[in-house]
């Protein structure tokens, strides 16, 4: 008697060694591709953070609510200069914030809805100054800088602000020659007095006031835009609640 024979137990071969092979070689490949989109990410972060910065190469700036205990506090007569560009004043100076700022500059743009909210809520409690700070990597900061002080000789320099940040995207990357007509449609939207402005945006009086901002500037530490001083001393501050925190804090003090 023939008992039944037993099936024999199929052959199930492992991968050939040319497909481990080639598994190995993408999974490093999908490893150098996430490494490269981590160093990426981590590059636009910083630059986010940083805001734009001069010729010369500055650390970093990582964003804090309070000063650096080692930050210096700057001649406050050098940096404020004559303080006449402001989104509001108090009637003592128990806190001046001051931002040097360069119109074409996208993170100015992006913080400048922050320090406009800051002076509304603290209208007369605290004083914020801008001064000019046009960077040489952008073609138009010096012209737009012009126009917000040809804004100010006529007491429209808050919403000369307002304009040329709001409306950065409309001229930033346009030639000079079709972005001053832009300049020229902000200041007409603000009621000035057109031939005043012409002629103040090509005084060597308004000239002088901005190369004034940046020798003033340079000489109190700022190198990039935008850059902050509470007080004479300088302080990161990239968010509406940083600001506010930092300024009730000094406030209650």
């Known amino acids: 008697m023939t008992s039944a024979a037993t099936p024999a137990p199929e052959f199930s071969p492992g991968p050939h060694p040319a497909a481990l092979a080639l598994t190995a070689h993408a999974a490093r490949a999908v490893a150098r591709r ?55 004043t108090s009637d003592d100076d128990t806190v001046t914030l001051v931002e040097y700022a360069d119109y074409q500059c996208p993170p100015c743009a992006q913080i400048s809805g922050f320090v406009e909210r800051i002076a509304n809520e603290y209208d007369g409690r605290i004083t914020i100054v801008v001064r000019n700070f046009p960077l040489e990597m952008h073609d138009k900061a010096v012209t737009a800088a012009r126009v ?40 007409a939207d603000l009621g000035l007095d057109m031939t005043r402005y012409a002629a103040d945006l090509a005084s060597p009086e308004v000239a002088a006031v901005v190369e004034k ?15 902050i001083f509470l007080n004479g001393q300088r302080i990161n501050l990239w968010t509406y609640e940083q600001m506010k925190s930092t300024i009730d804090r000094v406030l209650s003090e």
Request: glycine share 8%; with cysteine.
């Open 34 to 88: 996430r490494v490269i989109a981590a160093a990426a990410l981590l590059l636009a972060t910083v630059i986010s953070v940083s805001g734009c910065a001069a010729a010369k190469p500055v650390a970093p700036i990582i964003p804090t609510t309070v000063p650096s205990p080692t930050s210096p506090v700057v001649d406050r007569a050098v940096l404020e200069g004559d303080a006449h560009n402001t989104l509001t």
């Open 148 to 187: 917000a002080e040809a804004a100010s000789r006529q007491g429209k320099f808050a919403e000369m602000y307002a304009a040329l940040f709001s409306g950065q995207q409309s001229w930033k990357d346009l030639p000079e020659a079709e972005a001053l007509p832009i300049f020229a449609g902000f200041a």
């Open 213 to 227: 901002d940046l020798a003033d500037g340079t000489l109190s530490g700022v190198e990039g835009t935008p850059t």
